[in-house]
């Protein structure tokens, strides 16, 4: 449905405009709610915000306002919004009991190791981009994606001997410059 097709119908009869929106979007606008609220909101919740998406939605366009046709893109941006404001709203002051927080932890993950693997990716990735092109884009492609020379030539505007050269030339300088950090991998 486009918006001069559901104009049309609600200068006819509002209600009957209303409910045939309704009807289309329901599932589209649920499906959104859903899955932004799954985590923290109960059923009511959702039925909720649902509703009030679609009353944000007949009162936009009961103002007539309307500068595009695009009925689905403007109503999964007003549901994705109030989807993130119910979101925000219900989980601001909730607290986590221990034992549910210990119930959704991987047994055996060690946070602190994670934290520090996260971190030293960080730094790699930078040090690699201070690298400059196409020695960056050489070494993650090699390294990150496992490409071998020929599909990197295909990316990078080199030959298939000058990635291995430059490859080669650039893991030195990220091993000097990863020595001058005092990390080592």
């Known amino acids: 449905m486009e918006y001069r097709e559901y104009r049309l119908l609600f200068e006819a009869d509002k209600n009957r405009a209303e409910q045939l929106l309704y009807n ?19 059923r009511e919740d959702i039925s909720e915000c649902v509703i009030d998406v679609f009353i944000d939605i007949y009162t936009f366009y009961e103002k007539g306002n309307v500068t595009s046709d695009d009925m689905k893109g403007f109503i999964g941006t007003v549901a994705y ?15 986590v009991p ?6 959704t932890l991987p047994s055996g993950e060690d946070i602190q190791q994670n934290a520090e693997q996260k971190d030293l990716r960080g730094i790699l990735l930078d040090m690699i981009d201070s690298l400059g092109e196409p020695d960056s884009t050489i070494i993650v492609q ?3 994606y496992g490409r071998n020379s ?15 050269v430059r490859s080669g030339r650039a893991l030195k300088k990220l091993r000097k410059l990863l020595s001058d950090k005092n990390i080592s991998l």
């Open 81 to 95: 919004r109030k989807a993130a404001a119910y979101f925000k709203k219900l989980c601001r002051n909730r607290s």
């Open 24 to 42: 289309e979007y329901i599932n589209y606008v649920y499906a959104i709610v859903f899955s932004r609220l799954r985590s923290c909101a109960t």
């Open 142 to 144: 090699k390294y990150f």
């Open 150 to 164: 020929r599909e990197i030539a295909r990316i990078v505007p080199l030959s298939p001997v000058m990635i291995r």
């Open 98 to 103: 221990l034992d549910e927080l210990a119930d």
